[in-house]
T-cell receptor, first 116, second 118 residues
């Protein structure tokens, strides 16, 4: 049973436009969320994170939004660039409970293609 | 820093053979994670170590899988005997756990080992 779901396996966006990647989770104990980016033949690299005490976190062109009541988060990339083309993974962990606070549960990923 | 180092990058073996994957974490990191990535299941945590001690191996699929961390700078994941369904990309990641109550420490991933079992 997938606790973290990324329902769109792929997304194509024109360069300069906004990319919106979505993620849903089912475990209400999750209280920390991360986005990782992965290029072919490389390991995932950390992009941005958000704690459940916030609803928004911004880092340059990347913004993550969290809607706890809907158990939904999204990653916005504005403006999108061809170098952003990669697979994006959503991940979640339980921190406050202390149990499993080191474990990340990943979604299956969304492949973003930014078209020049 | 060289980052997390994994070897080999690619491994092709025949069913029934023993496979050993290797990982060198980032110097100074005190936790190490082994993941498996497949099309069907995505990225799954297999096992993680803290200060060289296995903390949770509930993700290890079967007894055919074993992992060791003899020291802070080296870990192995062994599959014996290997089966075609073990074909996947295996990632090692490390982090520096600070036991913070408000965030999860960033995990740094290696480039992965692509395993093909024929």
């Amino acid at each position: 049973d997938q606790q973290v779901k990324q329902n769109s396996p792929s997304l194509s966006v024109q360069e300069g436009r906004i990319s919106i990647l979505n993620c849903d989770y089912t475990n209400s104990m999750f209280d920390y969320f991360l986005w990782y980016k992965k290029y072919p033949a490389e390991g995932p690299t950390f992009l941005i994170s958000i704690s459940s005490i916030k609803d928004k976190n911004e880092d340059g062109r990347f913004t993550v939004f969290l809607n706890k009541s809907a158990k939904h988060l999204s990653l916005h990339i504005v403006p999108s660039q061809p170098g952003d083309s990669a697979v994006y993974f959503c991940a979640a962990s339980e921190v406050q409970s202390g149990a499993g606070s080191y474990q990340l549960t990943f979604g299956k990923g969304t492949k973003l293609s930014v078209i020049p | 820093d060289a980052g997390v180092i994994q070897s080999p990058r690619h491994e092709v073996t025949e069913m029934g053979q023993e496979v050993t994957l290797r990982c060198k974490p980032i110097s100074g990191h005190n936790s190490l994670f082994w993941y498996r990535q497949t099309m069907m299941r995505g990225l799954e945590l297999l096992i993680y170590f803290n200060n060289n001690v296995p903390i949770d191996d509930s993700g290890m699929p079967e007894d055919r899988f074993s992992a060791k961390m003899p020291n802070a700078s080296f870990s192995t994941l062994k599959i014996q005997p290997s089966e075609p369904r073990d074909s996947a990309v295996y990632f090692c990641a490390s982090s520096s756990l600070r036991f913070t109550s408000v965030s999860t420490d960033t995990q740094y991933f290696g480039p992965g080992t692509r395993l093909t079992v024929l």
